[in-house]
């Protein structure tokens, strides 16, 4: 899927993939790309500008980690984050209903 | 890898991120290739620019909305030194300064910084509440914002500068207490000013490259208007000169006031319009 599709969906997908568990950037990718099935192949990087929005407005945290003698900064959701997530599944189920009963 | 890390580095300092920020990035951007691929990581170039545009609008709001609560420290200063002065022992004789030619350099000062920095501050104001929920603003946006966010705080120092030489100026007929107590709030609220100073500068550092056309005025307005920049000055004009002339008196030295008034309003109009989105 083209890169410039995704990036107007990429925080909501951000969230989803950090719903469950904290994770680091390059663990969001790789489950954006397995619960997708290997459709959203996006340039990786992009996902930290990403994370770094989204905690600017409050949606994620973050804090550094050791693992295997690097730093690792790890995200997780906050309570607005889990609020914004819920608004924008929402939003995102009526519009892919419209987009599916006009295309269909 | 660690030639991608260098090529980010100075793609990101091309931008204008730098400090903490930049090693965050690296850092995270490091941890990110020891697991996986630097082809598939993105070009460093559109990476930064990523940040970069999201950070200037960031930076930008945020040095706006400071310099506008240091414009509002400034404002606490002026008012009461205009108020004052009278009540303070001042006689009203421009000439009577310790030094004739500052004092009329205060004096001017204290009519025509606080108008302009007044007009500036507005205009960013106006400019941050029409784009509030945008979340990338356009490059010229952020440039025009800063803009005129810089000439309020210029012209907001310059009413403070003017406000400590007027009390220091006139300090033979004034109060003590006007004497000390004005030149010290001033440097604080100076201090304050200087302080937003940096931050606009360093929001003007990160160089957003989102498109757009930043626009005028008018399109900062709630309502609208004739796209006639001359028809504003005429109505920025008589704003400005009306109060000028009842305050004055009609028959005494109201109507000077307001053609001093209708002098300063369109040299700053011919000055500043253009810096300041007020004409093409």
């Known amino acids: 899927m083209k890169a410039e599709v995704l990036k107007g969906h990429l925080d909501a997908l951000v969230l989803a993939a950090l719903e469950h568990e904290p994770a680091h950037g390059y663990a969001i990718i790789q489950r954006l790309r397995r619960r997708s099935d290997d459709i959203f192949r996006l340039p990786e990087g992009t996902v930290y500008p990403a994370l770094h929005r989204l905690e600017r407005d409050g949606l994620v945290k973050s804090r550094w980690t050791a693992a295997s003698g690097r730093r690792r900064r790890v995200y997780r959701l906050t309570r607005a984050g889990e609020e914004a997530l819920a608004v924008r599944r929402l939003e995102w189920r009526t519009f892919s209903r419209a987009v599916e009963a006009v295309l269909a | 890898m660690s030639r991608y890390l260098d090529d980010l580095r100075r793609e990101l300092a091309e931008v204008g991120i730098g400090g903490r920020l930049r090693d965050r990035i690296l850092a995270e951007a490091a941890d990110h290739l020891a697991e996986g691929d630097v082809r598939s990581f993105g070009d460093p170039a559109e990476l930064a620019r990523e940040f970069a545009d999201d950070l200037a609008t960031v930076r930008s709001r945020r040095a706006t909305l400071r310099s506008l609560a240091a414009l509002a420290a400034a404002a606490a200063v002026f008012a009461?030194?205009?108020?004052?002065?009278?009540?303070?022992?001042?006689?009203?004789?421009?000439?009577?300064?310790?030094?004739?030619?500052?004092?009329?350099?205060?004096?001017?000062?204290?009519?025509?910084?606080?108008?302009?920095?007044?007009?500036?501050?507005?205009?960013?104001?106006?400019?941050?509440?029409?784009?509030?929920?945008?979340?990338?603003?356009?490059?010229?946006?952020?440039?025009?914002?800063?803009?005129?966010?810089?000439?309020?705080?210029?012209f907001g120092g310059g009413t403070l500068a003017s406000a400590a030489l007027y009390a220091l100026e006139y300090r033979a007929e004034l109060d003590p207490w006007y004497v000390l107590a004005i030149p010290a709030a001033a440097a604080a609220a100076g201090a304050c000013l200087a302080a937003a100073g940096i931050a606009t500068r360093r929001a003007a550092g990160v160089k957003s490259s989102v498109p757009g056309e930043a626009g005028d005025v008018f399109d900062d307005l709630p309502i609208a208007l004739p796209r006639r920049p001359w028809l504003l000055f005429a109505l920025a004009a008589a704003t400005a000169a009306a109060p000028a002339l009842v305050a004055g008196g009609v028959t005494n030295e109201g109507p000077r006031n307001a053609a001093a008034e209708l002098v300063f309003v369109a040299a700053g109009f011919l000055a500043l319009g253009k810096r300041l989105g007020l004409r093409r």
């Open chain 2, 80 to 154: 009461p030194a205009f108020l004052l002065a009278a009540t303070a022992g001042r006689t009203g004789d421009i000439f009577s300064a310790e030094w004739p030619p500052l004092g009329v350099l205060a004096v001017l000062g204290l009519v025509a910084c606080p108008q302009l920095s007044f007009a500036a501050g507005l205009l960013a104001l106006l400019r941050l509440a029409r784009r509030r929920r945008e979340r990338r603003l356009a490059a010229q946006d952020v440039a025009l914002l800063l803009r005129r966010t810089r000439i309020a705080l210029a």
